[in-house]
Nanobody
Framework: QVQLVESGGGLVQAGGSLRLSCAAS????????MGWFRQAPGKEREFVAV????????YYADAVKGRFTVSRDNAKNTVYLQMNSLKPEDTAVYYC?????????????????WGQGTQVTVSS
């Protein structure tokens, strides 16, 4: 497993941008597909984006496609989520997650390492 710590959340106006970072520790990061999920108040945790171990394969939820970009720097053991054109409905706690395989997935149950989450609030 990898240990994950998210940062970069905050309050932003609609149309603004934020970049989330997820710092990972552990020897398996480089061979782990990494994902971002979010959970809004009163709702279930949902998939946002995922990136494979090389940073080549990415996949996004329809709600964020074209606005969010996931990337990783294996030399820094860090994965990023660049969020542009933010909307009030993007407000949620954002979680970084890792799984012990190089293959990307959009299924929450496929991830076995989770960060503590970072709050993103988008005002209208």
């Amino acid at each position: 497993q990898v240990q994950l710590v998210e940062s970069g959340g905050g309050l932003v106006q609609a149309g603004g941008s934020l970049r989330l970072s997820c710092a990972a520790s552990g020897r398996t990061f480089i061979t782990s597909a990494m994902g971002w999920f979010r959970q809004a108040p009163g709702k279930e945790r949902e998939f946002v984006a995922v990136i494979d171990w090389r940073g080549v394969g990415t996949y996004y939820a329809d709600a964020v496609k074209g606005r969010f970009t996931v990337s990783r720097d294996n030399a820094k053991n860090t994965v990023y989520l660049q969020m542009n054109s933010l909307k009030p409905e993007d407000t949620a706690v954002y979680y970084c997650a890792g799984r012990n395989t190089i293959v990307a997935s959009n299924r929450l149950a496929d991830f076995n390492s989770w960060g503590q989450g970072t709050q993103v609030t988008v005002s209208s």
